[in-house]
């Protein structure tokens, strides 16, 4: 991670104030101890259950969209080993915590950086739709062409096996209680002298079918390249061969479409984030109470907190 870090304040600049945002798989000490030493500031989920709170429910505010939005927070300094003081932030909603943050910022109000990390998985999301269905790590332009669908499916011929061994396995357990029930019943012990040399071969039937099934199934794949099954061409693909990439956030359609970019039309954006704004909550939140960082952010709220 050192590495990654020391990369990036080589392109952002030695003076550049940093705030780094990342999901709970890499909410560890070690990452932020690494972050500090790049001297980087870092906001992140806290992983595994929420923790017991000690600081005074207040209210913190920043402007999002040109008006204020309101969060109910416990802002306060806590100790994680292996690194040193950190800011909590525990999101209250309905009189409850449902969300604990982790920074090492104490500039930024609550309120801000809970919105910053929220609108992060919006930028995730973006990338993770535009490569599914726009293909960025590899696009050359908008010009499409259909290729076949290589992505691995069901494989039907392997769900029908799959249904006649659950069916043989059900002839035999019919068998075997058909001889519990035959000696359990009310017949003569003649009677069930006569009838066990059937229901003995019924029962040898049925296991015979079912190792007979379970063989047919053991070579059958799970799953198939689709166009195994359908060889016609329908997965949209980048041109090769035509110009350069020319894709930016701005003009980025939610699906590839075929044909040249001239003469095709807006589609409709498909949501990126299936989660609320934070423009959306009309809950109440809290300031921070901690002192001063060591260095200065530059995701400090111009708009000072209550």
Same mark, same amino acid.
């Given at each position: 991670m050192g590495t990654v870090l020391a990369q990036l304040r080589e392109v952002a600049g030695p003076d550049a104030p940093i705030l780094l945002g990342f999901d709970r798989g890499g909410s560890y000490p070690s990452a932020f101890t690494a972050c500090r030493e790049a001297g980087m500031d870092w906001v992140t989920y806290r992983r595994g259950a929420l923790v017991a709170t000690h600081g005074p429910v207040r209210r913190s505010w920043t402007v999002r969209d040109g008006r204020r939005v309101y969060l109910t927070l416990i802002d306060e300094s806590i100790e994680i080993t292996g690194y040193g003081t950190a800011r909590q932030l525990t999101l209250i909603e309905d009189g409850l915590p449902v969300l604990q943050v982790l920074t090492s910022? +104490?500039?930024? %109000?609550?309120?801000?950086?809970?919105?910053? !990390?929220?609108?992060?998985?919006?930028?995730? @999301? !973006?990338?993770?739709?535009? %490569?599914?269905? #726009?293909?960025?790590?590899?696009?050359?332009?908008?010009? /499409?062409?259909?290729?076949? #669908?290589?992505?691995?499916?069901? @494989?039907?011929?392997?769900?029908?096996?799959?249904?006649?061994?659950?069916?043989?396995?059900?002839?035999?357990? +019919?068998?075997?209680? %058909?001889?519990?029930? /035959?000696?359990?019943?009310?017949?003569?012990?003649?009677? /069930? @002298?006569?009838?066990?040399p059937g229901i003995h071969r019924t029962i040898a039937a049925a296991t015979r079918e079912l190792e007979q099934a379970k063989q047919s199934l053991a070579p059958i794949r799970a799953k198939l390249p689709a166009n195994v099954l359908d060889p016609t061409p329908n997965e949209p693909a980048p041109g090769w061969n035509a110009a350069a990439c020319r894709w930016s956030c701005g003009s980025l359609r939610s699906t590839p479409r075929l044909g040249s970019p001239s003469t095709s039309t807006a589609t409709s954006p498909t949501p990126m984030s299936t989660a609320r704004s934070c423009a959306t909550y009309s809950t109440k939140a809290a300031p921070s109470t901690t002192p001063p960082p060591r260095s200065p952010s530059p995701w400090t709220d111009p708009t000072p907190h209550e």
């Open positions: 910022d +104490t500039r930024a %109000s609550g309120a801000a950086l809970l919105c910053w !990390l929220r609108a992060r998985w919006r930028i995730e @999301n !973006l990338f993770k739709c535009a %490569s599914d269905h #726009n293909g960025i790590d590899a696009l050359a332009d908008y010009v /499409m062409t259909l290729a076949p #669908n290589t992505a691995l499916v069901p @494989n039907p011929a392997r769900r029908a096996a799959r249904a006649v061994v659950t069916q043989a396995e059900q002839d035999l357990a +019919t068998a075997q209680r %058909s001889l519990a029930q /035959m000696l359990a019943g009310p017949g003569t012990p003649k009677q /069930m @002298n006569a009838a066990l």
